[in-house]
């Protein structure tokens, strides 16, 4: 097996099966270990974050909301709008935690693989800076790629209330142009009478129809024979 392959294997037992017989000593290599203190860590500080600032500001920014929205609104409810701008606010203020968990994570998995591969080409030091190089290039990459899909999740929870906005928006619109028409002929549709109540006023017509045939021959015998 080459150095790429036997890397390949080093960083499945580590990474993925917690398995640090290559590494006994060296706690920095049990990565599943460091990845969920790091996950333990970026938790706690979602919560100090959440936690500093309800004690420091307690209902001083319900009060500048409510102020900005002024109007009359029920007692003891916050109003919608009021609402999704403390979500808003709150929102922006820890925004940029995911983000920095995301370097810290991407900075810890890059010092790995280089280790990694440094140990498995340690006999080819002529091939080792290629190798680094080309490491850091594909962790770049799936970095680059692991940012832009957390920062997309982050911008979407920003304006999630104002997307649902625009599409119960694009809704409406859609339903009054099928209404309306694109030619002003959506109101003669609607008015037409679908195939199914045709069919039934038909046969209502019929079965009136004779009635009234069949009243008229109960009459005409009842004078025969009176």
């Not at 203190?37 to 979602?46: A, D």
């Not at 009234?212 to 024979?225: F, G, H, L």
Request: aromatic share 8%.
């Amino acid at each position: 097996m080459g150095i790429i392959g036997l890397s390949k294997d080093s960083l499945r037992k580590i990474m993925l099966r917690a398995e640090f017989d290559e590494y006994p000593d060296d706690e920095n290599m049990h990565c599943t270990s460091r990845l969920t203190e790091m996950l333990g860590n970026f938790t706690q500080k979602l919560q100090k974050s959440a936690e500093d600032n309800s004690t420091e500001n307690f209902l001083f920014e319900e009060i500048r909301v409510l102020e900005e929205i002024k109007g009359i609104w029920l007692p003891n409810f916050l109003p919608r709008q009021g609402f999704l701008t403390m979500l808003q606010r709150k929102l922006n203020k820890i925004s940029h935690l995911p983000l920095d968990f995301m370097g810290e994570v991407w900075d810890y998995i890059e010092k790995v693989v280089n280790a990694v591969l440094m140990c498995h080409s340690d006999g080819y030091p002529q091939l080792q800076s290629s190798i680094r190089r080309a490491a850091n290039n594909l962790v770049e990459k799936m970095k680059r790629k692991a940012f832009d899909r957390v920062t997309e999740m982050v911008e979407m929870e920003k304006v999630t209330d104002y997307t649902y906005n625009l599409v119960n928006q694009e809704i409406e619109k859609e339903i009054v142009n099928h209404m309306v028409g694109g030619q002003g002929n959506g109101i003669e549709r609607m008015l037409e009478e679908c195939p199914s109540i045709a069919i039934k006023r038909e046969k209502l017509n019929k079965s009136i129809k004779l009635l009234k045939e069949s009243k008229e021959v109960v009459a005409e015998i009842m004078d025969r024979n009176f």
